[in-house]
């Protein structure tokens, strides 16, 4: 069924009221789809992500893959969550995370790249019900974006990894990877989980409306 959520008139014997509401309600499914969905997804990662560090450590030896290696002085963090709230909807309320990875001085372009590529996740929409060139477009910027920002990123990751020793596994920068991976799953439920929570509480305001209207 196709909705113009713009025309007020009557549509398929639907009142503007009830076009409201079947989209509520379609956003609250389609966000608990998809959050479910992302957990899932995050088990995987992280399943296959202590695989590969498994695998790195009876590699190159428990003495080369250690916690004693790790820097555990003060330092700046390469990562970093902002919360933000959208002041340009009604629902200002709802929390927003923007995930911040490989900041450094020599890595601003990178840093903005990883913002801009979180702030197009922090506004789900309805799940895309027909042509499919819309999305095409949207993947294929994001697809050159990140490849602008590609070879700083690298730059950061090798760095991190320069503790284990000139030559690691390939194995262990697959486990980077899973985590870092992981990492941005993380981020994505805590955003899905707040447009679920949203979605949800929309739909119960309109079951309280009627309740109230008999």
């Known amino acids: 069924m196709v909705v113009d959520h713009e025309t007020p008139r ?30 899932h997804s995050l088990s995987s990662t992280l399943r296959r992500g202590w695989l590969e560090l498994a695998s790195a450590r009876h590699s190159m030896g428990a003495s080369r893959v250690n916690t004693v290696l790790l820097d555990h002085t003060s330092h700046p963090a390469a990562t970093s969550l902002l919360v933000t709230q959208d002041e340009g909807k009604v629902d200002s309320g709802k ?14 372009n990178s840093l903005l790249g990883e913002k801009q590529s979180s702030q197009d996740k922090l506004h789900p929409q309805l799940r895309h019900r027909g042509s499919t060139k819309l ?32 030559l690691v ?27 679920m929570l949203c979605a949800f509480d929309q739909v119960n305001m309109k079951l309280e409306g009627r309740k109230d209207e008999k």
């Open 10 to 39: 009557l549509e398929n014997g639907q009142t503007d009221k009830e076009v409201e509401e079947n989209a509520n309600v379609l956003q609250f499914m389609d966000s608990m789809d998809a959050y479910l969905t992302l957990i």
């Open 95 to 108: 929390p927003h995370f923007t995930l911040c990875k490989w900041a450094s001085s020599s890595n601003e």
């Open 135 to 166: 999305y095409e477009e949207k993947t294929s910027s994001e697809n050159k974006a990140s490849r602008e920002v590609d070879d700083p990123v690298q730059k950061e990751r090798s760095k991190s990894l320069s503790m284990f020793g000139t």
């Open 169 to 195: 596994s390939p194995k262990l920068r697959a486990a980077q990877l899973s985590f870092e991976a992981a990492l941005e799953t993380l981020v994505e439920i805590a955003n899905m989980r707040s447009e």
